[in-house]
């Protein structure tokens, strides 16, 4: 029962944190200035997520070309930005990720 109970806490606050943002940004106008620099925040944390992810292997940094992940991550890359296409760049990454994966 602590472990439902725990559970239910937790989605109760992060809904609420949430909800608070929603809330504060319905009645205030942020500044300019800050309106463009959170229009950055998304792509700095996809990138701090993504680059260990993609430039480290078993704890030491590997950018080489047989890093399939790194490769992958080059196409996907690429398809992003001639695409501008989510659906396209995941497809198209996890493809090459996995055809390196059984060639490596």
């Known amino acids: 029962m602590n472990v439902w109970l725990m559970m239910g806490a937790i ?8 909800l608070s943002f929603i809330a504060l940004l319905e009645r205030f106008r942020l500044p ?11 792509i ?6 993504i ?6 292997l078993d704890n030491r940094l590997f950018l080489s070309l047989q890093n399939p ?4 991550a080059i196409v996907a ?17 996890m493809v090459v990720f996995w055809l390196l994966g059984m060639w490596g």
């Open 32 to 42: 300019p200035i800050l309106q463009r620099a959170l229009r950055f925040v998304p």
């Open 51 to 56: 680059a260990p992810e993609v430039g480290y």
């Open 11 to 18: 989605g109760l606050l992060t809904f609420l944190t949430r």
């Open 44 to 49: 700095a944390v996809l990138s701090a997520i």
């Open 77 to 93: 890359t690429l398809v992003a930005y001639y695409t501008k296409n989510v659906v396209w760049t995941i497809v198209v990454g």
């Open 69 to 72: 992940r790194l490769l992958a």
